[in-house]
């Protein structure tokens, strides 16, 4: 029986034909650092969504619609088997 790699192949194209491309030269690949980088003007967006986001979904929601929401996670919470 033959041996099954340990690596996890990935489904994106690009990226098994950049490992396909190292695996028969021999040589990585190399990444230029800006590829790497984030936006911080984008990153702080995002975060600042992030932070008011529960918080904003709560204050806009009935007791009545907070306690549904909290019996039906409680209840997907307990019915899972471990």
Excluded: C, F
């Amino acid at each position: 029986m033959p041996k099954r790699s340990s690596k996890k192949k990935s489904r994106d194209i690009n990226v098994l034909a950049s490992q396909i491309a190292e695996e028969a030269t021999g040589e990585p690949i190399k990444q230029s650092p800006e590829d790497t980088k984030k936006n911080p003007a984008a990153v702080a967006l995002g975060r600042l969504g992030g932070l008011k986001g529960g918080k904003a979904r709560a204050n806009k929601l009935t007791p009545a619609q907070r306690a549904e929401i909290a019996k039906k996670a409680a209840k997907a919470r307990w019915s899972k088997e471990t």
